[in-house]
């Protein structure tokens, strides 16, 4: 199996892992959520993550993210050595590179749409004004409302434009349509891959939905911890042609 | 078998054990303070009326100039006396060697012997007198421990002009001195007075006195009218100088003590209950924010089929585990600190029944309260959230329907960057909450005030009392009425540099049907040593035609001034006149009534003289002169103030020291247990929002401080309002505490302000840092997964 390096939009690979182990310490048990996993993402590219329940992709995200460290094994963004970083670091490199959208949106509940990206443009070098980022999901005329007054889907939309205001270098999302319903997942998705093409930046997608892997550049199969297969697309669908 | 929800119980106490103790300890804190100081006080008023009775204590007492023993039948007579003794009395300097300060005997006959007769003695070491043997003396306890005297010592004492020596045989208490008190000082002084009995024999022929007494012990039957016993006393001793007859509460030593119960009376019944009832209302609070934060665990349980009932008990087990450790804590702790200060109270009071007691219905009542309001707190809490549907608890916390608080309407905190914006709303948010938190915080404060504050009132005391009212350093008080030439017989006398003489006279004042015996103290016009202070601190004197009054005398014969008050001497010329009340002074310490020294000589129809003199004496010089004083004839008694002072403070000091210390680390206990609980609670509930926003690249710092800055601005505003609380509650408490012999003055120092905002803040830091340490130990990971 070959990485598509080929196919990627630019030949410059952000990501690196190599032998990427996982291990979680459960009492008496080890349980081995990523089993020695080898990788590379290019900039600007579209990955759509795929498996079962259990198979380790959250596990995979987090340590892309900086959120968690692998066990043993290399995991490398551009020169950042993520396996090896302290806490700080880690921290460090979450705040200025990496965008975030979660399964459960994780908003701030107490802070109203427009705060809730200001949180993070706010310590951000070169972000977008809240209002811009908050226009690209389509979002601009809830600015002063509180999350308890949004819908799920538009909620998400705001984490997105959260995760976006700042420019990151990488969107990390984990099952970002796992909670929405099918039209309001398709606006996500669009919103996401909008981001993608306009900006540059590399995505990183989560799902359980095969059907959105026709979004992606590059699709990888996950099974027990260990990446099962990877599918190049040649052709990206957009969301809106995808059926699921 | 243990159920399901015994073993979450477990678990879940496993789990808070931080949250667990520290609200354990709050109760601990409340109940032991409780049952310590309430056990005290009833160890105390019943040791007090054991001994009484066990004494004999006389119910009324006078005072004669010298008066046949024939008499005494006379007197048994009167309607309403049930017995009567008569005594010799008499105070004698003592000349014990290496001190250099004078020391002054009270000499009480003591018939003792098989005849069991009224103030008994009880031995404490060595026997009682030889009816044979005229130089064997008992001395009281208090004294012999302040010079260090016992069985087997000789006492030279100059009585009558000669040298004697009394051999002490003896070591013993008496009812009648619990509090051995001179007339006219303001407070005991163990090493500058003492009482010795004596053979009476011994006593009478040394003062030229067989077959006489100056000094009477009365017990009245229970239905005798005192008013009525008194005329009739005063009547019969009238011809011999009586200075009339008083009950017990005009008896030194019993108006000491009563006072010192009274005040652990207050103490008892004031502080601690309003501890146990914050520790009850924190616990309440705690518990119930607890039980809130479980909120989707009680939907989650009741969604499964649980009823109310089961749910409501698992909760109340909860509490009943916090109160119950809490509870066997405070008590054991309660009854340490009980006897601590039981036995640190022996050696004030010197009451030899002394034994600890802790009513049972104390340590019930207390755990009664603990446990009333722990359980109410747990109950209302499920109740909240059992009466919602279970599918609505089960969504995140409930009636969190943000809006922008109203202030922001007036004042765009927008503008604040949005960290700021997250601690404000925590804040306003639930004002309930937050102001409940604030009170619970700032009422640590003035429980610590309450233990510190006393030092600054004494301190104060001192310095008006002792520094700019009673300046003199030494004062002198002569046998008999002297010619005032004598101040140029003093002001000769090596270092000292100015004198002042003062005529002090015993009288009744009579208002109306009040009265009450004290002394009218006659003072120089413009005095500098013995200066009378009005209650804003300026310098008074009495006109030459008015009679000036402690304001707490005032109060007790029920005039105001311009008002008469009927003058009855009890010495000498015996006159009587109305004298009108000009002014009132503001004496902290005693009750007393004050003339110009010219009128009161002319009142008395005396000529210039003097019976006392107040000297400014080099402290150099102080030790040649006291040596010269004890020489001079006429001088009865010399006082030295800095002495006096020293004493004071000494014996003051380690009951506040020990009552402050205890205090405080309540007071901490209780602001860990606040700041503690409620900065875990706050975790609990934003550990979401938190965990996010470190995903989101915030630092454990910046996340901290998110969490910690409403505790910082919590503690901002409490601070000022304990302050306030402070000088609250320490003015009613001096209110109810305010006796007649003492006021203590509401003065709080800026020290004990500092010291109880800092005590409190560190507490809150303590908290906090444990608090931070568990913010940094987040798990960033599992907020990615669905909410708990
Ligand atoms: N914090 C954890 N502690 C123990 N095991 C964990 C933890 N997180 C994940 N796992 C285990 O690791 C494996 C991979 O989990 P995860 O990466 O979340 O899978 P996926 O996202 O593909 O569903 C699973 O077996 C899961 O049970
Ligand atoms: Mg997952």
């Known amino acids: 199996m070959e990485f598509g390096a080929a196919m990627s939009p630019a030949h410059e690979s952000v990501f690196v892992a190599r032998g990427l182990s996982k291990t979680y310490r459960m009492g008496e048990v080890d349980v081995l959520a990523l089993r020695s996993v080898d990788l590379e993402i290019f900039a600007g590219e579209f990955i759509v993550l795929l498996g079962p329940s259990g198979s380790g992709k959250s596990t995979l995200l987090n340590i892309l993210g900086g959120l968690d460290s692998p066990t043993s094994g290399v995991a490398r963004w551009r020169d950042h050595d993520l396996a090896s970083a302290d806490e700080g670091e880690l921290t460090r490199y979450r705040r200025e590179h990496v965008g975030f959208v979660f399964q459960y949106y994780n908003l701030i509940p107490s802070l109203t749409v427009r705060e809730n990206v200001l949180l993070v443009t706010e310590m951000a070098a070169d972000p977008m004004a809240p209002e811009d980022a908050l226009t690209l999901v389509g979002l601009a005329h809830r600015l002063d409302h509180f999350p308890a007054q949004l819908s799920g889907g538009e909620q998400q939309r705001v984490a997105v434009a959260r995760a976006i205001a700042k420019r990151p270098d990488v969107l990390l999302c984990d099952e970002p349509t796992g909670a929405l319903d099918y039209q309001t997942g398709k606006l996500v998705l669009e919103v996401i891959a909008t981001v993608n093409q306009q900006l540059g930046t590399t995505v990183v997608v989560i799902t359980h939905n095969a059907a959105i892997a026709g979004m992606a550049d590059r699709v990888m199969r996950l099974a027990n911890g260990a990446i099962a297969s990877i599918k190049v697309n040649a052709r990206r669908c957009t969301p809106s042609e995808l059926q699921w | ?788």
Not at chain 2, 119 to 133: C, S
Not at chain 2, 758 to 779: E, P, Y
């Open chain 2, 1 to 788: 078998m243990v159920s399901a929800l015994d073993r979450k119980l477990r678990r879940d106490l496993a789990h808070m054990r931080g949250q667990v103790m520290t609200i354990a300890l709050v109760v601990a804190c409340g109940i032991a303070s409780f049952v310590a100081s309430l056990s005290t006080y009833e160890s105390l008023r019943l040791s007090q009326s054991d001994y009484y009775a066990e004494g004999r204590f006389a119910d009324a007492f006078v005072t004669v100039e010298r008066a046949p023993r024939a008499l005494a039948a006379r007197l048994a007579e009167v309607g309403g006396v049930a017995t009567v003794e008569t005594r010799l009395i008499r105070d004698v300097t003592l000349d014990l060697p290496g001190v250099g300060m004078p020391v002054i005997a009270r000499l009480v006959s003591y018939d003792g012997g098989d005849r069991p007769g009224l103030n008994r003695l009880h031995l404490r070491r060595g026997r009682l007198i030889d009816p044979d043997r005229p130089d064997e003396v008992v001395v009281s306890e208090a004294f012999a421990a302040a010079q260090r005297l016992g069985p087997g010592d000789g006492v030279p004492a100059i009585i009558n002009g000669r040298r004697d020596v009394l051999r002490i045989v003896g070591v013993a208490l008496s009812p009648e001195f619990i509090f051995a008190v001179r007339g006219g000082e303001p407070l005991p002084d163990d090493r500058r007075f003492g009482v010795l009995w004596m053979n009476r024999h011994g006593l009478e022929a040394a003062f030229n006195m067989e077959g006489a007494f100056n000094d009477a012990l009365f017990t009245l039957s229970p239905d005798a009218s005192r008013p009525a016993v008194y005329a009739e006393i005063d009547r019969l001793l009238e011809p011999y100088g009586g200075r009339g007859a008083y009950g017990r509460d005009q008896q030194m030593s019993h108006r000491f003590l009563s006072d010192e119960l009274r005040e652990q009376e207050i103490m008892a019944t004031t502080i601690p209950p309003v501890f146990l009832a914050v520790a009850a209302v924190l616990v309440n609070i705690v518990l119930g924010r607890i039980v809130a934060t479980q909120r989707e665990q009680i939907a989650t349980l009741k969604a499964i089929g649980y009823d109310n009932a089961p749910i409501v008990v698992h909760y109340l087990k909860m509490a009943i585990v916090i109160v119950g450790i809490g509870s066997a804590v405070g008590i054991v702790l309660g009854i340490a600190l009980g006897r601590m200060m039981t036995g640190s109270y022996t050696q004030f009071f010197r009451l030899p029944l002394l034994a600890y007691r802790v009513p049972l219905w104390v340590p019930l009542l207390a755990v009664a309260v603990s446990l009333a309001a722990a359980a109410a707190g747990a109950a209302a809490a499920v109740r909240r959230v059992a009466a919602l549907a279970p599918a609505e608890a089960m969504r995140p916390p409930a009636p969190r329907v943000h809006r922008r608080a109203p202030i922001e309407r007036v004042w765009p905190i927008r503008m604040l960057p949005v960290r700021l914006l997250m601690t404000l709303r925590l804040l306003l948010d639930r004002p309930l909450r937050t102001a409940t938190t604030i009170g619970a915080v700032a009422l640590s404060i003035p429980i610590i005030v309450l233990g510190l504050f006393w030092n600054d009132a004494l301190d104060y005391m001192i310095e008006t009392q002792f520094f700019a009212a009673e300046r003199a350093d030494v004062v002198v008080a002569f046998s008999d009425p002297t010619n005032d030439r004598v101040r140029y017989e003093l002001s000769r006398l090596p270092g000292v540099y100015d004198v002042e003489t003062m005529r002090a006279v015993s009288v009744r004042l009579r208002a109306g049907h009040r009265s009450y015996r004290t002394a009218i103290l006659g003072t120089e016009d413009g005095a500098r040593l013995r200066r009378l202070l009005d209650a804003a601190g300026r310098v008074v004197a009495p006109p030459p035609d008015g009679m000036m009054l402690t304001d707490r005398l005032a109060e007790r014969l029920g005039i105001a001034v311009g008002d008469v008050v009927l003058v009855e001497v009890l010495e000498g010329s015996r006159r009587t006149r109305e004298i009108a009340v000009t002014g009132l002074v503001d004496d902290m310490i005693g009750l007393s009534a004050y003339m110009n020294i010219g009128a009161l000589n002319r009142f008395l129809g005396e000529g210039a003289v003097a019976s006392a003199a107040a000297l400014a004496v080099d402290r150099d010089g102080e030790a040649a002169m006291l040596a010269r004083l004890r020489e001079m004839p006429r001088v009865a008694t010399v006082t030295v103030r800095r002495e006096a002072v020293e004493t004071f403070l000494a014996t003051i000091a380690t009951i506040v020291l020990v009552f402050s210390a205890i205090l405080c680390a309540f007071a901490a206990a209780i602001a860990i247990g606040v700041v503690y609980n409620n900065a875990r609670i706050a975790l609990a509930e934003r550990s979401w929002d938190l965990a996010t926003l470190r995903v989101l690249g915030f630092t454990r710092r910046e996340v901290s401080a998110i969490l910690l800055g409403g505790l910082v601005v919590e503690l901002a505003l409490a601070v000022p309002l304990g302050w306030w609380l402070s000088f609250q509650v320490v003015d009613a408490l001096l209110r109810v505490l305010h006796t007649e012999m003492f006021e203590i003055p509401p003065v709080i120092s800026m020290r004990t302000c500092v010291a109880a905002a800092a005590i409190t803040v560190l507490a809150a830091a303590v908290s906090a840092l444990i608090v931070r340490r568990r913010i940094d130990r987040l798990d960033l990971v599992s907020v990615l997964k669905a909410r708990e």
